[in-house]
Every structure is written in C-alpha cells, then in structure tokens.
C-alpha cells in the first residue's frame, strides 16, 4: 500500500484545500508521494508549496486513513506565507472557512476542526 502524508494547512479559522484534476476528483488537502531520503513532514511542506504556492510548517500528525489503495497520513499545518496558485494537479484552490467547507471533501469535516484547534494553539 502506499503512503502518502497530506498537510492541512490553517491561518486563523480557514483551511487551505485544493480541488483535484485527477482521481479521487474532490476538495481535500494538499499531499503527495515521498521522494528519497525526504520525511514525511518535508515531503507536506514540499508538495504544499509545489501544489499552491504557500509555504508552512508543519505542527504534527493528526489522523491516518485508507482510501483507493493508499495509506494516507494527515498533519495539521500553520500558514506562513505565499499567494495561491493552482498547479497542474488542481482545477480550483481556495481558503475555506472551517463552517463553509465545500464537497466532495476528503477526509472527514472533523478532521479539518482538530488540525483548525492544533494549529491555533500557541
């Protein structure tokens, strides 16, 4: 099975998603596959920034799940700086206030809330 970590990155109380190209074609977080010698947390912060433009941190891993043959891992993130811009792997990005999250979305809304409070604290 593969793995592939996948950040939500928060500033304030939204959620950056982007809405992908191919399949699963639906409103998620940006992620990918790791590359060599690349940890988990880098490759977020690497696919974030390739994916839309915006740099973070990650804060920490908040929930793990399996969907189409992979394993994803899920990191709450904290927005640091960049201006969006849609890759080849979207159709749409945008900030989603947490109460206003559009669908299809992958994973669960209460996913999105606990990275929301993770990243907010401190």
Not at 49 to 70: Q, R
Not at 93 to 101: A, Y
Not at 113 to 122: D, F, G, L, P, Y
Request: hydrophobic share 40%; proline share 6%.
């Amino acid at each position: 099975m593969r793995i592939v970590p996948l950040g939500i990155v928060v500033d304030c109380d939204k959620v950056l998603l982007v809405h992908r190209r191919f399949h699963p074609v639906l409103w998620g977080p940006p992620g990918g596959f790791t590359e060599v010698n690349e940890t988990l947390q880098e490759t977020v912060v690497r696919e974030v920034l390739e994916e839309t433009g915006i740099n973070c941190e990650v804060v920490s891993k908040i929930h793990e799940f399996d969907a189409y043959d992979t394993h994803m891992i899920v990191f709450a993130c904290r927005y640091l700086s960049g201006s969006l811009r849609c890759s080849y792997e979207s159709t749409d990005l945008g900030w989603f206030e947490i109460n206003r999250l559009p669908k299809p979305l992958s994973p669960d809304q209460s996913v999105f809330e606990a990275a929301v409070k993770i990243a907010n604290k401190n």
